[in-house]
């Protein structure tokens, strides 16, 4: 399958004549319509025809000094809206809804002439790491169809898995790249905040959601990044600090920087496989010549209060416009999960209760921020698991809610302090469920840890 191939490699062929984007593009829509029978990870999918049309279009103009991602396939969250296909972001609140607008970071990877094959399943709104709390069909894990691919960008993480598109673009307020990324066996990036542009982005909490890429590999995601990321007029939390060139910083030298590894992450009171894959992991980076430093860190035992405190507040006032007058259908149909945070946040932000709760949520977050500012005096990057746990069986996380929350335990102090993290598999369990790693870095720091990441990757299977 041409789709198993780096976008490295895809792009050298074009350019050695040896392939078209058409031959690229009717490989990923064919098994993309196939294959979404089997897994579910599309909610909507583009008419063949047009799609063909489009590469056969790019064929025509393709010359060797278009960009990498030119004549790429793609798919996209169904969190950003899109001009070729309706938006529901996985809930029936949004059933019918079609922008009459095009996300920013869809319309970047176009210019660059990647094309978009389809729309992403998720949790509804990004509620959930299982990609169950959805109004349409499960995605399921492409590795073992009994299991969950995770979530909340449960269908980005799955269609790459299974080589249906190159990437996907997924989103991440909590965890929601990195946590299906590491449950499919692919690689995920979660960027600094205001790194990549959010316009068009169905918000979930404004001050953690961020915009990333799903694929094969830390080198693919670093193309992609270089093409999303930067300022963006029409998000004014988009950052105008200057965009790295990701993809030439890959293979510098990493001997000699630093790890840190919080104590409070590497417990005994999780998965016991997920902790040998990642020590292992740990281990091989230190024989590539990185040293460790246990890290202290007290403050993540209160990582998933201080987390859903602050994204169901968020959340709760987001979700306030989707009242029935301006789209779609009415408040009536957020499905259970949904509610719980509405509720949550609704009651968190109210008067006589905001202090107690809302903002001893945001004093707590600032508590976590110095917390990070200082370990980064002592380290380069932070490691920890991805997920503490193996991809559950469908209903185990959806009949749970706490168990449920507990699941981001690792993932969300990032999106809470702002920072860059890439998840990568690390391993198998005993039941080939995959395992992941994040790689945490400092604020801007992502050609940092996409060069570990392209190295741990390229010295490893
Ligand atoms: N699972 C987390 C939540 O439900 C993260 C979701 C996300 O990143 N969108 O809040």
């Given at each position: 399958m041409l789709l198993e191939l780096s976008i490295d490699e895809l792009a050298a062929r074009l350019r050695k004549k040896e392939i078209t984007i058409e031959q690229l593009v009717s490989e990923s829509i064919d098994a993309s319509l196939q294959e979404n029978e089997k897994l579910n990870c599309y909610i909507s999918l583009r008419n063949k025809k047009d799609v063909l049309k489009e590469a056969r279009q790019k064929d025509l103009e393709f010359s060797v000094d278009k960009p990498k991602l030119y004549g790429i396939p793609f798919s996209v969250k169904d969190s950003y809206v899109t001009k070729e296909l309706p938006t529901t972001s996985g809930s029936a609140v949004l059933q019918n809804y079609h922008s009459p607008y095009t996300a920013t970071v869809v319309k970047k990877l176009q210019a660059a002439g990647a094309i978009l094959i389809g729309k992403n399943s998720q949790d509804s709104w990004g509620h959930g790491g299982s990609s169950e709390n959805t109004d349409f069909a499960v995605v399921k894990n492409p590795n073992n169809l009994k299991h969950i691919a995770g979530g909340s960008s449960g269908g980005s993480a799955a269609a790459v898995a299974a080589h249906l598109v190159s990437f996907s673009i997924g989103e991440d307020t909590g965890g929601s790249i990195r946590n299906p990324a590491s449950m499919c066996g692919v690689s995920g990036l979660k960027v600094t905040y205001g790194r990549v542009s959010r316009y068009g982005t169905i918000a979930y909490a404004s001050s953690l959601d961020t915009v990333g890429p799903i694929a094969n590999s830390a080198a693919d995601l670093a193309l992609v990044l270089e093409t999303i990321a930067g300022a963006d007029p029409k998000d004014s939390s988009s950052s105008q600090r200057p965009v790295d060139t990701y993809t030439k910083t890959l293979t510098q030298q990493i001997s000699g920087k630093k790890i840190g590894l919080p104590k409070q992450f590497f417990g005994d009171n999780y998965n016991p496989e997920v902790r040998a894959s990642v020590l292992a992991a740990v281990e091989k980076l230190r024989s590539l010549g990185l040293e460790t430093v246990e890290l202290d860190m007290p403050?993540?035992?209160?990582a998933i209060p201080i987390y859903y405190m602050i994204a169901a507040s968020e959340t709760s006032s987001n979700l306030a416009r989707y009242d029935g007058i301006r789209f779609g259908t009415g408040r009536d149909k957020f499905l259970p999960e949904s509610t719980r945070r509405i509720m949550l946040g609704t009651y968190a932000l109210s008067a006589g209760y905001a202090d107690e709760l809302y903002k001893n949520g945001q004093r707590a977050r600032t508590l976590l921020i110095n917390s990070y500012e200082k370990a980064f005096k002592n380290c380069d990057v932070i490691i920890t698991p991805t997920s503490p746990s193996l991809a559950q069986k469908f209903g185990e996380l959806l009949t749970n809610p706490i168990e449920n929350m507990l699941a981001d335990l690792f993932t969300v102090t990032c999106n809470l302090v702002g920072i860059p993290s890439i998840a990568i598999p690390v391993g198998r369990s005993k039941d080939n469920l995959s395992i992941g790693m994040q790689i945490m870095g400092k604020k801007f720091a992502e050609s940092s840890i996409l060069n570990i990441a392209h190295i741990y990757q390229t010295t490893t299977q």
């Open positions: 403050v993540l035992d209160y």
